[in-house]
């Protein structure tokens, strides 16, 4: 059965909740509680987990060790990922800076730029290489995860690099809806987008001149 | 009648796509060319925009300047918003030196950080003030949006002053969910919740060790 993608996407904010409240040695968690927490119904919470099969018992909630390992092996949280950068522009050095993907086993081993006077440079421990050389190193060295952060005009001609060399999911931070073929993932980090959606609410109160 | 907020989040990326048109000198396109650009059916296309009246003839396609300006006045495109920034460390001041910002409108005017070595030091422009004299500030200068980058943990208290301070829309880039009354809008720029929505999908092929 393929389960919606929504459902995938919703999974980690669950594992992330759960995570938490097992920091704080709690054992147990009501669908009603988890849901508060993520701003989502118990009813959502539980038909998610149901695609998955049986968690937690009607009237007691969730085992929360149990359903974050759970979580984890059908996310592959419980693993480590490689990825590789594209842009180590301000943008990109900001990613290769950025604490928060390690602790997740997100791991950035190579980084690529066209820039002259970038390539060669080591940032963050890594020596940043040249972006015409990107098939030759992926191929001999794949990773699993692309992270594009170029100029919108360069992005798709990057997304296909990667795709021919084998990567299945690609996190764009270039503003443009890029084409992959079927079987890759792509998603969209784009603080404009988001913003643009959300200016619709706020267009009878600006108070921007 | 209320519209479905994923229909709201779509406009952008068809007003978006119409620019791009519109700077290549098109004066027409169809909902198939409209959706094959943007990975979208053309039958969403259509049923998006039937929410704000007719658009286009039937076999002739929409007008690509009407749409696009119509679509800016349903979205607030065509306006300035004026944006405060909360958390001026790595992540911040890339925000800050974001370039994708101005052109589309949204302008930060003010910045904020706790840390005692980076307020009172101008960074893209703006002097970073105290996070302590938040409220004051932008009770007397009010900001259409707050942009949140400062660590989870003070993520939920910069959002409760933020609202108090009457902002309606949150940019959230502290990996928590955070609550906001009803009538605030957030969204989350999340990449490690990106990435863990596509390794679900890269599960039974990892490359990573």
């Not at 940032?123 to 940043?128: H, M």
């Not at 931070?173 to 200016?199: C, E, F, S, W």
């Amino acid at each position: 059965m393929e389960i919606p993608p929504v459902v995938i996407d919703r999974l980690p904010l669950y594992a992330r909740a759960l995570a938490a409240l097992e920091s704080r040695g709690r054992e147990v968690v009501s669908s009603q509680e988890l849901g508060q927490q993520l701003n989502v119904t118990p009813a959502q919470i539980r038909k998610d987990l149901s695609y998955f099969g049986r968690f937690g018992k009607q009237g007691r909630g969730y085992n929360v060790r149990k359903l974050l390992d759970e979580l984890r092996r059908i996310l592959g949280l419980n693993r480590q990922w490689k990825m590789a950068l594209v842009g180590a522009g301000r943008l990109g050095r900001a990613i290769l800076g950025y604490e928060g993907f390690a602790p997740q086993g997100f791991r950035i081993v190579e980084a690529f730029d066209s820039d002259r006077g970038t390539v060669g440079f080591t940032i963050a421990g890594l020596t940043i290489k040249d972006t015409a050389d990107l098939e030759g190193v992926l191929s001999g060295s794949p990773v699993d995860i692309g992270i594009v952060a170029v100029p919108a005009e360069m992005a798709q001609d990057v997304i296909d690099a990667l795709v021919r060399c084998g990567v299945r999911a690609i996190l764009n931070y270039a503003p443009i809806a890029a084409h992959v073929p079927r079987g890759v993932n792509i998603k969209r980090i784009d603080p404009v987008l988001a913003l643009q959606g959300m200016t619709y609410y706020l267009k009878n109160s600006a108070v921007g001149k």
